[in-house]
């Protein structure tokens, strides 16, 4: 009897691995794409007036490993402006709530980028009491490095 | 103050052991509700039930939940400690005014004339329950147990006051010189000096496992 509870538990347990009907290589595909587009919009968009006092670089890439996907290579975005140096890092797709994320960590502290499939990119600025994203524009890219940067 | 009035000192107020372990218990399952509705939700893609999950991984909700555990289990330990010392407060005083013939309350009688209610826990009420010939070895193990677990429990509340102070969180490895300036009120000297893993060769060090059975 309890044999056949353990199975049942366990068949139960198999049923509620990940969900067929997605396509996961695609879903990390999309996401990294994503991400090359966020990097280019704040290097050609937001940053274009600022470039002479700055270095970019983008060729540090960061292995991420997530459930359902495995292991993968994502690019990072790196700003150096004087001796500081702000990172862009991506986080992945597997999120509560969110289609993916990207950290963004400075010398003051740390902020968080999240993308919704039809919203797109917006800055997290409160999680609690209530959520408050602010869509991702020049004029909040500029508050989200104040608020990272010394 | 005469034994016939010492009723009057006991409230009644204080803390059951059955209910303080019944409260932890009942936190503890609502917290594993929480983390199990949280990574349901997670899993099939669905909205979290708090914005405070929100845009978290897997790896990060358990971390969350594994805090929340280990706050709730130093909370526990810190009143079923002092709900065990109620109790053998409670116990001293009945025995004093019950004035029975063993031992115990012979030793407590002889206390409470010399020093009334002001006696120490661990250096006189345990230390007379120790004394008992009838103490059985098991006995003698429970209170060196809960002699430790009355250290730990000072170690652990002196934590909580640094982290007040410093309205941040201390590290696993920190120095005692350090606990011991929140303990006797330093807590400016704490602020100049925060925290920190590695310690000079004058204060001594010591290992805080927040995984420990009784932390």
């Given amino acids: ?150 | 103050m005469s034994r016939q009035r010492l009723n009057s000192v006991l409230s009644e107020n204080e803390q059951n052991l059955d209910k303080v372990w019944e409260w932890y218990l009942f936190r503890g399952s609502l917290i594993g509700e929480e983390a199990v509705r949280t990574l349901e939700a997670l899993l099939a893609g669905l909205p979290p039930s708090s914005p405070r999950y929100f845009a978290k991984t897997k790896d990060e909700i358990n971390m969350l939940f594994d805090e929340q555990r280990h706050e709730l289990s130093q909370v526990a330990m810190l009143v079923l400690l002092a709900a065990a010392e109620a109790a053998l407060r409670v116990d001293y005083i009945l025995r004093i005014i019950e004035n029975k013939k063993d031992g115990v309350s012979k030793g407590f009688v002889a206390l409470y004339k010399k020093q009334q209610l002001e006696v120490g826990l661990e250096d006189q009420l345990l230390r007379v329950w120790k004394r008992q010939p009838s103490a059985t070895a098991a006995r003698k193990s429970a209170m060196g147990d809960f002699r430790g677990a009355l250290k730990l429990a000072s170690l652990a509340s002196a934590r909580a006051l640094l982290e007040a102070a410093v309205g941040t969180r201390v590290r696993s490895t920190g120095c005692v010189r350090h606990l011991r300036c929140v303990a006797q009120g330093h807590v400016d000297q704490v602020k100049r000096e925060p925290a920190r893993s590695g310690c000079d060769g004058r204060t001594t060090q010591f290992a805080y496992k927040p995984n420990d059975s009784v932390l």
């Avoid at chain 1, 993308?115 to 408050?132: F, I, K, M, Y």
């Fill in chain 1, 1 to 150: 009897m309890a044999k056949n509870q353990l199975n049942e538990f366990f068949r139960e347990k198999k049923a509620k691995v990940a969900p067929a009907d997605i396509d996961w290589a695609a879903k990390r595909d999309s996401w990294i794409c994503a991400v090359e587009k966020l990097y280019d919009t704040i290097e050609k968009d937001y940053l274009a007036l600022a470039k002479n006092n700055l270095k970019i670089d983008r060729s540090r890439q960061k292995t991420v490993t997530e459930q359902y996907i495995g292991d993968y290579s994502i690019g990072e975005l790196a700003i150096a402006a004087g001796d500081e140096i702000v990172l862009f890092s991506p986080k992945g797709v597997n999120l509560a709530g969110a289609a993916s994320r990207v950290d963004v960590r400075g010398d003051r502290g740390e902020a968080m980028i999240v993308r919704q499939p039809e919203d797109g990119w917006a800055l997290v600025v409160s999680r609690t009491p209530t959520l408050r994203l602010a869509p991702l524009t020049d004029e909040m890219f500029l508050e989200l490095l104040r608020s990272v940067m010394r």
